[in-house]
């Protein structure tokens, strides 16, 4: 499961979990780790993680299900899928805050055994279920908090609370600018990378190109390259900031 962070993939994953012990999966045979808990905190490496997981599994002929939340904190994850994909009875199901999950490398190991659930904010159809309890609300005010918070389910709850909503916000924008963007990347230009995206977020709805970026940061005093501006949004993009519209 890929998108962005706070989007509901663990939310998800949670119902999942759920659905498997109501249809009788013992919580045994269920291995859950999310990898932003403390919890988990030491395990950093692909041979914690396995051996943290084939400690749990009970034994080989019964099924167990591992589900793994931002698997992508652990360096070279994808072996340990692959080990336990060949060598034990297991359904995995994992979730990641960047498209680098389904990397060629991954790609290459799991060919063929995997499956992308795309995972996106509220639609505004969504949106109007979420906030059914607001009936006091218009159509068009519903409308309006959309277009101003945007769709992320937990700006929902905190309605009744709207000045915590920017803050909220701001946070989230950070945290994925910089975790998923600076840090996976090693950006060098932060302030170019910003640049480029309140640029695009400004211009929404408008074709625009890497040149015409380039043209109007460099008239502005920031002289850069239309193969940076193209490196950079293909950043953004990974990390499901933007979305092209093809």
């Not at 119902?15 to 291995?31: D, Q, R, Y």
């Not at 793994?68 to 009875?89: H, Y």
């Not at 002289?223 to 933007?242: C, P, V, W």
Request: net charge neutral; proline share 2%.
């Amino acid at each position: 499961m890929t998108g962005i962070r706070r989007c509901g993939k663990s939310t998800l994953l949670s119902l999942f979990e759920n659905h498997l012990i109501k249809s009788g999966v013992s919580k045994n045979h269920i291995i859950r780790m999310n990898f932003e808990s403390f919890d988990f905190d030491e395990i950093t490496t692909y041979k914690d993680l396995h051996a943290y997981i084939k400690k749990r599994l009970k034994n080989n002929s019964d099924r167990h299900y591992i589900l793994l939340d931002e698997v992508q904190q652990v360096s070279s994850w994808e072996k340990v899928i692959n080990s336990f994909l060949v060598d034990a009875n297991v359904d995995i199901y994992i979730t990641g805050s960047n498209a680098y999950l389904l990397s060629s490398e991954l790609s290459t190991l799991l060919s063929g055994r995997y499956v992308e659930i795309k995972m996106q904010p509220l639609s505004f159809k969504e949106y109007l279920n979420f906030t059914e309890n607001h009936k006091d609300d218009s159509l068009q005010d519903k409308f309006n908090q959309y277009l101003e918070f945007g769709g992320l389910p937990t700006v929902v709850q905190l309605m009744d609370h709207p000045e915590t909503i920017g803050p909220f916000l701001e946070g989230i924008y950070n945290t994925v600018l910089m975790k998923d963007v600076i840090e996976r990347n090693g950006v060098r230009d932060a302030a170019l990378l910003e640049s480029i995206l309140k640029f695009i977020s400004d211009n929404i709805g408008s074709i625009v190109s890497t040149k015409k970026i380039s043209d109007y940061l460099t008239s502005s005093g920031r002289k850069t390259t239309s193969d940076t501006i193209y490196n950079y949004l293909k950043m953004l993009e990974n990390a499901f900031i933007l979305y092209k519209a093809k």
